[in-house]
């Protein structure tokens, strides 16, 4: 049973470009969430996708945006990189049970360096 | 507005020894609450969850975590620790009606032989 992937494992991008970093859920999960996490710190929550919808989204900037694809694999866009971009990109998959009771599983996490 | 506070950056205990990781949560309605393990260059691994019921709950290679509602607390706990318990420990939390995950700023839990 494949747990959740996530491509690229590095990234190394210039100020003002565009990123798109990918991710498959585990399988038999329909609800993935992306977070941003910067060296030293917890994770932040950028948003989640439910059935190809965003569903909620946290306290980021118009400039991250993602899509949701039927068979519940996720992107997640980065338009006009800054340096505070730079940090570990992680996707978590769930089961859409209620509203939040279920467990999240991360992938290993895309590397985002801006220079 | 929700949040988390995990108190201390570190936490060192000898092998063997009883371990507590402290966490403390703030919500405006239920909470749900979780916790994760981070390993070096891996990613987050699921611990254990408190969503409703039993105030003391089991989780993963031995962890425990006890809900305390009057102290807005989910400490985490393990009776004997091992070496191979090193690593750095995420509190998160949710609101019942609220899909956003809070972490914590983590506590890196040192275990010595």
């Known amino acids: 049973d494949a747990g959740v992937t996530q491509s690229p494992t590095h990234l190394i991008k210039t100020r003002g470009q565009q990123v798109t970093l990918r991710c498959s859920p585990k399988s038999g999960h329909d609800t993935v969430s992306w977070y941003q996490q910067a060296l030293g710190q917890g994770p932040q929550f950028i948003f989640q996708?439910?059935?190809?919808?965003?569903?909620q989204r946290g306290n980021f900037p118009d400039r991250f945006s993602g899509h949701q694809f039927p068979n519940y694999s996720s992107e997640l866009n980065v338009n006009a990189l800054l340096l505070g971009d730079s940090a570990l990109y992680l996707c978590?998959?769930?089961?859409?049970?209620?509203?939040?009771?279920?467990?999240?599983?991360f992938g290993p996490g895309t590397r985002l360096t801006v220079t | 507005a929700q949040s988390v506070a995990q108190p201390e950056d570190q936490v060192n205990v000898a092998e063997g020894n009883p371990l507590t990781v402290k966490c403390t949560y703030s919500?405006?309605?239920?909470?749900?609450l979780f916790w994760y393990v981070q390993y070096p260059n891996r990613g987050l691994q699921f611990l254990l969850k408190?969503?409703?019921?039993d105030n003391l709950v089991k989780g993963s290679y031995g962890f425990e975590a006890e809900f305390n509602k009057s102290q807005t607390s989910f400490h985490l706990k393990k009776p004997s620790a091992l070496v191979s318990d090193s690593a750095l420990y995420f509190c998160a939390v949710r609101d019942s009606s609220n899909y956003q995950l809070i972490w914590g700023a983590g506590t890196k839990l040192i275990i010595k032989p």
């Open positions: 978590a998959s769930s089961l859409a049970v209620g509203t939040g009771g279920s467990e999240q599983y």
């Open positions: 919500v405006s309605g239920n909470p749900y």
């Open positions: 996708y439910y059935e190809e919808e965003e569903r």
């Open positions: 408190y969503i409703t019921g």
